[in-house]
């Protein structure tokens, strides 16, 4: 078993929250989507979902979609506003530098 | 469960950062009821896709949402260009999303058979350059 906050430490994912989340939740699985409702209709409850995204309508996706947390990959920029929602909303955003296929394989790796 | 509850939504459809909001507001609601992670889930998803929906290709409208201790009901509202051929939106993959709405991450097509798949009634009364309502409803019982 893996929680986001072992994920995050283990991945050497950066945090991009300015408030500290609640991150003791259990990852059930990584999943990759951009599409947003694509990701809406098949991520899994629980997931890391990766993705290049960094915009408002990803926070909202993994609150309602409910997924573990969002790994936004590639180093790709998260808008400002976004981050404010994901403190609101208690989704937890992380950063890795790696594309999404090498950030995906190193989840799958820690799970 | 509480008795009834009925709940109203204006949607703007110029504010893109807005979308989405009602339903993290319903999200809220279906918490402190103290329903099942997967029906808030079933709902949340149903709901969103409707309200981007309504944002997206019908410049907003509104949302009337109803819950007893048998089911939550939505009714999306708006005046939007309506929908010609309402199978064929209901197709995976079929979208008019503009270049600019796909980039931001929308327009897989996937709106439409995900409210399908997460609701267990679901129908759809549109009148082109009348606009569109979409009636859903979950069943609180079933897992
Ligand atoms: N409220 C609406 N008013 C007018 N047209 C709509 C409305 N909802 C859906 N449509 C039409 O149906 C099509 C399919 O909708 P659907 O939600 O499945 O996909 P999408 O919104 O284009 O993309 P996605 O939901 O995957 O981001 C839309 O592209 C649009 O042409
Ligand atoms: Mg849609």
Not at chain 1, 51 to 77: F, K
Not at chain 2, 83 to 99: F, P
Not at chain 2, 114 to 140: C, E, F, Q
Request: proline content about 3%.
């Amino acid at each position: 078993m893996l929680t986001v906050k072992q994920l995050r430490e283990r991945g050497g994912f950066t945090l991009l929250n300015r408030r500290e989340p609640d991150a003791d939740r259990e990852i059930s699985s990584v999943y990759c989507c951009d599409l947003l409702s694509v990701v809406m209709g098949k991520a899994p409850a629980g997931s890391a979902w990766v993705t290049v995204m960094g915009n408002l309508n990803v926070v909202a996706v993994s609150a309602l979609a409910d997924t573990a947390c969002v790994i936004v990959a590639d180093g790709a920029d998260v808008e400002d506003r976004a981050l404010d929602k994901a403190d609101e909303q208690g989704v937890i955003l992380l950063r890795s530098a790696a594309p999404v296929f090498e950030t995906a394989k190193l989840v799958d790796g820690l799970l | 469960m509480p008795k009834n509850l009925k709940l109203h939504y204006d949607i703007s459809g110029e504010d893109y950062t807005r979308a989405g909001e009602a339903s993290a507001q319903l999200k809220q609601v279906l918490r402190q009821l103290g329903l099942s992670s997967s029906i808030i889930r079933r709902v949340s998803i149903a709901m969103y896709e409707g309200e981007i929906n309504m944002v997206i290709h019908a410049n907003g409208g509104t949302i009337d949402v109803e819950i007893d201790s048998a089911c939550v009901s939505l009714i999306l509202k708006d005046t939007g260009p309506g929908i010609s051929e309402i199978d064929l939106a209901m197709k995976e993959g079929y979208s008019t999303a503009s270049e600019s709405v796909r980039s931001m991450g929308f327009g897989a097509g996937m709106g439409l058979p995900n409210m399908r798949k997460h609701s267990d009634y679901m129908k759809i009364d549109s009148t082109p350059g009348v606009g569109t309502t979409v009636y859903m409803k979950i069943a609180l019982g079933e897992e």
